[in-house]
T-cell receptor, first 110, second 111 residues
Framework: GIQVEQSPPDLILQEGANSTLRCNFS?????LQWFHQNPWGQLINLFY???GTKQNGRLSATTVATERYSLLYISSSQTTDSGVYFC????????????FGQGTILTVHP | DTGVSQDPRHKITKRGQNVTFRCDPI?????LYWYRQTLGQGPEFLTY????????KSRLLSDRFSAERPKGSFSTLEIQRTEQGDSAMYLC?????????FGPGTRLTVL
């Protein structure tokens, strides 16, 4: 199956700073999603982005499918951005099976 | 709110007991997924339904685990003879096409 590697594992920022989270895939994917897990454990959808670039407010994401990676950009970070960010992908015939990375733990200090 | 719902939100049980969780997908979503997440890890796929048909099962889904979606709407996940290693967050998701939307999860603690 697909292997998903996220970096960095931990990230500490001051409020207002920008950050980039990366996700590498071992094989091509036809479904790629970014999530933010809130303190209660719920996964909040950020982007569905198997290819291309999308933006939503201070967040944007880019997937370069041919090179098997995706980036999540957070600009002007706020304390409420703190939490765990996951990327997940599915490919081949297992398009229903999302494989998640280990996550990036983001801490934003005031 | 018409998101994915799960019940119960928390379950504490003793080792050896059976537990059953329920997931109600977003209305009209024909695909339903179960995942399990242990502390410090990303969620891991367990199984996937399209309508009432169970199309894929992970090797993580041992004989003690069974999932059903009898009418293609809600789904249940049953764990028989629970073990301490079953303690985890059980997440349900649904989709029409590829993008999956997750419920709040059921946190299981096996004593």
């Amino acid at each position: 199956g697909i292997q998903v590697e996220q970096s960095p594992p931990d990230l500490i920022l001051q409020e207002g700073a920008n950050s980039t989270l990366r996700c590498n895939f071992s094989d091509s994917v036809n479904n790629l999603q970014w999530f933010h897990q809130n303190p209660w454990g719920q996964l909040i959808n950020l982007f569905y982005i198997p290819s291309g670039t999308k933006q939503n407010g201070r967040l944007s994401a880019t997937t370069v499918a041919t090179e098997r990676y995706s980036l999540l950009y957070i600009s002007s970070s706020q304390t409420t951005d703190s939490g765990v960010y996951f990327c997940a992908g599915a490919g081949g015939t297992s398009y229903g099976k999302l494989t998640f990375g280990q996550g990036t733990i983001l801490t934003v200090h005031p | 709110d018409t998101g994915v719902s799960q019940d119960p939100r928390h379950k504490i049980t003793k080792r050896g007991q059976n537990v059953t969780f329920r997931c109600d997908p977003i209305s009209e979503h024909n695909r339903l997924y179960w995942y399990r997440q242990t502390l410090g890890q990303g969620p891991e796929f367990l199984t996937y339904f399209q309508n009432e048909a169970q199309l894929e099962k992970s090797r993580l889904l041992s004989d003690r685990f069974s999932a059903e979606r009898p009418k293609g709407s809600f789904s249940t996940l049953e764990i028989q003879r629970t073990e301490q290693g079953d303690s985890a967050m059980y997440l349900c998701a649904s989709s029409i096409l590829s993008e999956q939307f997750f419920g709040p999860g059921t946190r299981l603690t096996v004593l």
